[in-house]
């Protein structure tokens, strides 16, 4: 069969094929990204479904406006207002989850050929997304601080133009760290003097246990040239399937007239019972009970791999999000140890790190998420795959 060029980009990857081992009963698996399903308002929301079904339900199963229900837009505006981006309904696209947003940016964007940069490594969704529109991509290292912005303006004086650069600068996915302030200032102010935009997603931003919040890039943002995009899934639930894009007049609505020809809007009953749940519910209340949690999994998570790995693995110590990102010496293979050995022996699935990298892909490190697997599992696997990193490193 012949399909367009663009599928050249849409491969099934290795590591989903690996991931997939994960979903046996007898394997312990941090490789989803998946938030703790322990944590989704379930009675709430099941109380706002009838409720809106109820009084509501003519239009609640009606189409709606392709930009959104709009007194969901007002909501999500408000958050966006109490978190230091002075934002209006009019400013906000509900999408059907931010990975709605990656899809139709780079739809806007993208030519063939066209170049976007990101951190190195950086959220393989993204990629995933931006692919069948076959830009090419530079990627940009990191270190604690996010993504190293002198590198950025060391290649973008080299004569380097971006169409947009890609940041999650709040605890990214896969390695977990946040862009500190100066490197947002510096990233705008590089986008302003080298005109390109900036995708900024922020799924995790809510998800701070520790540590002070560090403005948004689009709350810095004086040019117009941050679309932000935003997500419900880690704070309510992914199988909602909404989230949202915040910019310009300029650019939501080019992006409004995609999601019009893509899906013609965000399914009305998620929407409605959403709107609903938020005036209902104690959202802020809701977020501190997940935060807490996920504090005290990643206290317990890097503790165990502290003490149980060889101290020549790093682990890092998020702030916040659902990662910890593992870096192993170097010539260690982390997706041939997990093959060879973690999955096999250890009984123990994580994403081999090489995976997230858009670019020079290295192989020793591993992404671990601590959402989803139960305290006592969490420990023993941890310290099962400790005993066979120690005999495969020393230490
Ligand atoms: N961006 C990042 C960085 C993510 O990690 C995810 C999901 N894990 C998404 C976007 C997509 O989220 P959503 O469920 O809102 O589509």
Do not use: C
Request: glycine letters at 8%; proline letters at 7%; hydrophobic letters at 45%.
């Amino acid at each position: 069969m012949r399909f367009a060029a663009r599928m050249s980009g849409v491969q099934p990857s290795a590591i989903r094929e690996l991931l997939r081992l994960g979903d046996d009963p007898t394997i312990t698996s941090f490789g989803g990204g998946y938030p703790d399903p322990a944590t989704f308002p379930v009675t709430p929301l099941a109380a706002a479904y009838e409720e809106v079904l109820a009084t509501s339900g003519r239009t609640a199963l009606q189409y709606t406006a392709t930009v959104g229900l709009p007194r969901l837009r007002e909501q999500v505006a408000a958050r966006l207002s109490a978190d230091g981006s002075p934002t209006g309904a009019d400013d906000i696209l509900i999408l059907q989850g931010a990975q709605q947003g990656l899809d139709f940016v780079a739809k806007l964007l993208i030519d063939p050929g066209d170049l976007i940069i990101t951190a190195n490594p950086t959220f393989l969704g993204a990629l995933i997304a931006f692919n069948p529109y076959q830009p090419t991509y530079l990627g940009i290292d990191g270190d604690e601080h996010g993504l190293d912005t002198e590198a950025l303006e060391a290649v973008l004086l080299g004569g380097t133009h971006p169409r947009f650069v890609y940041v999650v600068p709040d605890f990214a996915n896969p390695t977990g760290t946040t862009m500190s302030l100066p490197r947002r200032q510096h990233l705008l102010a590089l986008a302003q003097e080298f005109d390109f935009l900036v995708l900024e997603d922020t799924p995790y931003r809510a998800l701070r246990f520790e540590g002070r919040d560090v403005p948004t890039l689009r709350s810095l943002d004086t040019a117009g040239r941050v679309i932000h995009l935003g997500s419900f899934s880690k704070i309510l639930a992914p199988g909602l399937r909404l989230g949202w894009a915040a910019a310009s007049p300029e650019l939501l609505e080019p992006l409004g007239l995609l999601k019009l020809a893509a899906d013609t809007q965000t399914a009305t009953l998620s929407m409605s019972v959403t709107a609903h749940l938020l005036q209902e519910f104690d959202l802020e209340a809701h977020i501190e009970t997940i935060r807490h949690g996920y504090g005290r999994k990643r206290d317990l998570m890097v503790k165990t791999m502290r003490d149980a790995f060889p101290t020549s693995v790093q682990v890092s110590e998020p702030e916040g999000g659902l990662f910890t990102w593992v870096t192993f010496p170097r010539g260690f293979d982390a997706a041939d140890f997990m093959a060879r050995v973690a999955l096999p022996q250890a009984k123990v699935a994580y994403v081999p790190g090489a995976t997230f990298f858009p670019v020079h892909q290295e192989a020793n490190h591993a992404r671990f998420s601590y959402s989803g697997v139960a305290d006592e599992q969490m420990v023993d696997a941890v310290t099962r795959l400790g005993e066979l990193l120690r005999a495969e490193l020393g230490g």
